[in-house]
């Protein structure tokens, strides 16, 4: 259970990632970020009250509120955020390379803090996962600067490169460390919708409450004029942060959190047929080859 419920995590990210980066165009990632994280808790205390008959996952005991609450702000505010301007200082492609290291961090982190442990073979299944994934989104075409443009790069292009790399591993890092706090919130079988819950309704408490210290509440919502934006916005946010958070905390409370993350991160697979449908990317022999491994890994986890 748990690790299909990966598998479809990464096919709803893959879609979300679409759509906020359309929405992202037209209005910007920060709006994106404010706007998808509301819409979702109005989604979800939708879900709730039909689910449980309450908007409020009341039952839940402090201990929860605090790890959850963690989770959502280690994961959802400081791990994407990271990500996001690690995109902006070395591009989305090493950036996603990056993120490679979530399944390798996860299963350290559940292992020190959870006491998680795994077979041989599944260790080996997660890392051939993880080498097709970073195949694929590593392949590129460097662009070739003459001896004049490097001159001119200097310093502040050297501190780009290692800044965005720390950011790119700061986000990774966010998203392992968040799943594995979640972990310890679900624990006695807590309905993964309400842990999705609490997690969602915090990191927007604490992403708007700066908003609002910072005088960016009223431009958030003039930026929502924009009619296409806030259909791709809901769209995204019903696919990702709704559907898809919900699978990841189903994920991770049925599957040890290795396991799941390494699913989770074949959204750059998924990517592939969309990125060349809509986009015009070709497919290459290496984005094939990558894909089959990645795919082989995953196939050894679904039969251990």
């Keep these: 259970m748990g690790e299909i419920a990966a598998l479809a995590t990464s096919f709803c990210w893959s879609l979300n990632s679409i759509q906020f980066t359309f929405a992202g165009q037209r209005v910007g990632s920060r709006v994106v970020n404010r706007i998808r994280l509301a819409l979702a808790v109005i989604l979800l205390s939708l879900a709730h009250l039909v689910l449980y008959g309450r908007f409020w996952p009341v039952q839940a005991e402090p201990y929860r509120w605090v790890w959850l609450g963690l989770s959502g702000i280690i994961g959802l505010i400081l791990g994407d955020g990271s990500l996001f301007h690690a995109f902006l200082l070395i591009g989305p492609r090493k950036s996603m390379v990056l993120m490679t290291l979530v399944p390798v961090i996860s299963t350290i982190a559940a292992w020190i803090l959870l006491g998680e442990t795994l077979l041989p073979i599944e260790i080996i299944a997660i890392l051939i996962t993880v080498a097709g994934i970073a195949w694929v989104v590593s392949e590129g075409q460097p662009k070739v600067a003459s001896e004049e443009e490097k ?125 060349h449908f809509i986009f015009g990317e070709t497919i290459t022999p290496r984005s094939i080859a990558g894909t089959l491994v990645a795919l082989g890994g995953a196939g050894i986890i679904f039969i251990t």
């Design 151 to 275: 001159s001119e790069k200097g310093d502040q292009e050297l501190k780009n490169q290692v800044l965005g790399a720390l950011l790119g591993i700061a986000g990774a890092s966010g998203q392992a460390l968040g799943l594995v706090a979640a972990k310890r919130g679900l624990v006695g079988d807590f309905p993964a919708l309400s842990a999705t819950m609490i997690r969602m309704v915090v990191a927007a408490a604490v992403i708007w409450g700066l908003a609002l210290l910072r005088g960016q509440v009223g431009p958030t919502w003039e930026a929502m004029k924009d009619k296409r934006a806030r259909f791709l916005l809901l769209g995204g946010a019903f696919i990702g942060p709704f559907i898809g958070v919900w699978l990841s905390l189903i994920a991770v409370r049925t599957a040890p959190v290795g396991i799941a993350s390494t699913l989770m991160a074949l959204s750059p697979i998924v990517l592939i047929p969309f990125d």
